[in-house]
Structure formats: structure tokens, C-alpha cells
């Protein structure tokens, strides 16, 4: 099984729709991120949690909400889907930095289609 | 705040050929610095990293060396293969940051 599994693996939904993303891992980290990537910009940070009660927005969490259910899981949920929210969407996990800089763990991805 | 400027790509090689892939960064304070490359229709994986200044990161052939003066961390391999084809970005851990922030990737095609 994979460290990190992010499902459903693509999705294409109407606009308007509410829609989850979930992402687990068994890496055993406490940190988790949600990061889109679009073609020419890279990734962009949605939203990150360093534990359950720590949930932090990133620079682009408008339209997007989370949800960290425990440890090993963390959810994007996007409200009400908009076109433009038409993006490949990484999770993404990581140690504490204390531990070395030991870089992400990375998801597959889950392709979002809004139509 | 914290940015990592990259070389538009595709970068278009024939095998064995020489690789750079230039990137550059603005950040306060020591960054990390890190390679990804992301293999089609896959998640990210972790190419290599540089946590100081003068380190070299390498793995599989690639390295990068952190060049703090020239704010500069780019990636090098002597002779590329087929099988690196793949699209490649630059990111930075920015002091007292949380996350890191990536560029903008570059496509690299290598040509039998």
C-alpha cells in the first residue's frame, strides 16, 4: 500500500456541487498539506495542519475548507465547485522539521474536473 | 515573501546529453532547499535536498549545489536517459516557515 492515498483518483463534478478529497497516510507524520498544482504556476499551498487541532490556511484556501479527522487523515473539501477549481490536487506529509529536513511525502493526486 | 523562479520549459535533450535545469529563489534568513521530480501520472518524490549554504545535494546521477551568494540551487546531471523524462521542481523551506513553496516546474523530454 502506499504511504500516502488520496481517493478518489479523478473526479469530475457539476459546478455548485460540494466535493471531498480525502487523503490518509501511514507514514505516522503529524504533518499533512493540500497543495493544487495548475499547469505554469506549480504547487500552491491550500491549506496545512501541523495535528488534529492545528489547521492553518495557505495562500490560495478561498473556496476550499478541511477537516483533520485524526493523525493519519486529512480532507479538502470544496463547498460549492467552480470551474476555475479545475486543478490536480496533492496531499502531502511531512516530519517534524526537528528530525531533519526531511522533505514531503507525496500523494498521487486526485484530478478534479468542474464543469 | 518567499518565491522560487525556475526556467521555462520544455528543456529538449538527446540521451547522454549534459542537464541544467536553472533555478533561483528569494527568501529571508537560511532556506532549505529541495529538487522534485514527478514522473507521469504520478505524486511528487524528493530528487534531493541542501539545508546550508556550499552543501551539494545529489542522487541518481542529479546534484545541486545551495550557492547562498547567487541565491541559487540548480540542478545538474552529466548525462542524461529516456528515463528522465519528467517535469522537475524547485522548492525552498524558508526560515520559520511551515511549508515549503515550489516553483514552477520545468518539463524535461529526453530523445533516444
Known amino acids: 500500500d502506499a504511504d500516502v492515498t488520496q481517493t478518489p483518483r479523478n473526479r469530475i463534478t457539476k459546478t455548485g456541487k460540494r466535493i471531498m478529497l480525502e487523503c490518509s497516510q501511514t507514514?505516522?507524520?503529524?504533518?499533512m498539506y493540500w497543495y493544487r498544482q495548475d499547469p505554469g504556476l506549480g504547487l500552491r499551498l491550500i491549506y496545512y495542519?501541523?495535528?488534529?487541532?492545528?489547521?492553518n490556511k495557505g495562500e490560495i484556501s478561498d473556496g476550499y475548507s478541511v477537516s483533520r479527522q485524526a493523525q493519519a487523515k486529512f480532507s479538502l473539501s470544496l463547498e460549492s465547485a467552480i470551474p476555475n477549481q479545475t486543478a490536480l490536487y496533492f496531499c502531502?506529509?511531512?516530519?517534524?522539521?526537528?528530525?531533519?529536513?526531511?522533505?514531503?511525502?507525496f500523494g498521487s493526486g486526485t484530478r478534479l474536473t468542474v464543469v | 515573501g518567499d518565491s522560487v523562479t525556475q526556467m521555462e520549459g520544455p528543456v529538449t535533450l538527446s540521451e547522454e546529453a549534459f542537464l541544467t535545469i536553472n533555478c533561483t529563489y528569494t527568501?529571508?534568513?537560511?532556506?532549505?532547499l529541495f529538487w522534485y521530480v514527478q514522473y507521469p501520472g504520478e505524486g511528487l518524490q524528493l530528487l534531493l535536498k541542501?539545508?546550508?549554504?556550499?552543501d551539494k545535494g545529489s542522487n541518481k546521477g542529479f546534484e545541486a549545489t545551495y550557492r547562498k551568494e547567487t541565491t541559487s540551487f540548480h540542478l545538474e546531471k552529466g548525462s542524461v536517459q529516456v528515463s528522465d523524462s519528467a517535469v522537475y521542481f524547485c522548492?525552498?523551506?524558508?526560515?520559520?516557515?511551515?511549508?515549503?513553496?515550489f516553483g514552477s516546474g520545468t518539463r524535461l523530454q529526453v530523445q533516444p
Open positions: 541542501a539545508t546550508k549554504a556550499d
Open positions: 522548492a525552498l523551506r524558508g526560515t520559520g516557515r511551515r511549508a515549503l513553496t
Open positions: 507514514k505516522g507524520h503529524d504533518r
Open positions: 495542519s501541523f495535528d488534529v487541532k492545528d489547521i
Open positions: 527568501a529571508t534568513g537560511y532556506p532549505s
Open positions: 502531502a506529509t511531512s516530519g517534524p522539521s526537528g528530525q531533519g529536513e526531511s522533505g514531503y511525502t
